[in-house]
């Protein structure tokens, strides 16, 4: 039983540019959540996505933006990075918008230069 | 402003030792407390509370949340090195606000 995938698993980027990271929710899941976690800090929740639609948004710029594809998964676009997106981002996924039952992916670990 | 606190920030042990992490919350349309251990990279999942004065036990491991003082403990007791991780709680529904975790570090 595959867990949460996420791709890349490491990237380089320079500021300005724009990224996509990817994950595919653990079978059986239809919840993708998104995470920013910041080099010492806990993972910051940047939004979530069910049946395609983002449910929830936390406190991120419109420069981050997703999007969900019917088999579920999902994906995070980053648009004019600056050096302050270097983090990890993780990827979660439940079964329905409930916290119950959080996977959590290996995560992307993206260097802003 | 939502936001969750945990103490200490690090922790520097002995094998053998009993550690308790502690965990304060204040987080609008609450609904659970949950704690995770990250070693790498991947937070796995530990407990989940919702009740409150309820112990739940999983190996050496226990956790309780008190929602009159918003206050979660996990205790990890007989420590080993395996148990090296940074330990996060969060709190919320269907968004989770951590707090920066604690990390503990289990000497031989």
């Known amino acids: 039983d595959a867990g949460v995938t996420q791709s890349p698993t490491h990237l380089i980027k320079t500021r300005g540019q724009q990224v996509t990271l990817r994950c595919s929710p653990k079978?059986?899941?239809?919840?993708v959540s998104w995470y920013q976690q910041a080099l010492g800090q806990g993972p910051q929740f940047i939004f979530q996505?069910?049946?395609?639609?983002?449910?929830q948004r936390g406190n991120f710029p419109d420069r981050f933006s997703g999007h969900q594809f019917p088999n579920y998964s999902s994906e995070l676009n980053v648009n004019a990075l600056l050096l302050g997106d270097s983090a990890l981002y993780l990827c979660?996924?439940?079964?329905?918008?409930?916290?119950?039952?959080?996977?959590f992916g290996s995560g992307t670990r993206l260097t802003v230069v | 402003e939502d936001k969750v606190v945990q103490s200490p920030l690090s922790l520097v042990v002995h094998e053998g030792d009993t550690v308790t992490l502690n965990c304060s919350y204040e987080?609008?349309?609450?609904?659970?407390l949950l704690w995770y251990k990250q070693e790498k990279k991947a937070p796995t999942f530990l407990f989940m509370l919702?009740?409150?004065?309820i112990e739940k036990k999983s190996g050496r491991l226990s956790s309780i949340l008190d929602k009159k003082e918003l206050f979660s403990i996990l205790n990890i007791t007989a420590t080993q090195t395996g148990d090296s991780a940074i330990y996060l709680c969060a709190g919320g529904s269907e968004k989770l606000v951590f707090g920066k975790g604690t990390k503990l570090t289990v000497n031989p």
């Open positions: 979660a996924s439940s079964y329905g918008s409930a916290n119950y039952g959080y996977t």
């Open positions: 079978s059986g899941h239809d919840t």
């Open positions: 996505y069910y049946e395609e639609e983002e449910r």
């Open positions: 987080v609008t349309n609450f609904r659970s």
């Open positions: 919702t009740s409150s004065g």
